[in-house]
């Protein structure tokens, strides 16, 4: 059986690009959260540093996830994102304990 997956997503966008980045991203949430196998899907953003957001996302399975990866709004964003943001970091984890 396949185990939850937790993904923590980090993303910087460029100088003079954070609003529109923003936007974007938040642009994905509603249609994230109605996927299959989307358990959570919170966008942050930090309080000290400008542009830099993460996303804290939990999926029923490694599967479902890797289908949201390949969804039209998740190109929608790459696109519209483009040179716009340095490279993601994305941390694939499983919850440890109970």
Known sequence: MSKPLTIVAILQALPGFENDVANTLKDCISPTLAEAGCLQY??????????????????STR???????ESDHLAAMKKATEGKMQAPVIHEMEKVGS
Do not use: R
């Open 63 to 69: 599967d479902h996830w890797l289908v949201h990866m």
């Open 42 to 59: 919170d966008l942050h953003t930090d309080n000290n540093k400008p542009g830099l957001f993460l996303f804290f996302e939990n999926w």
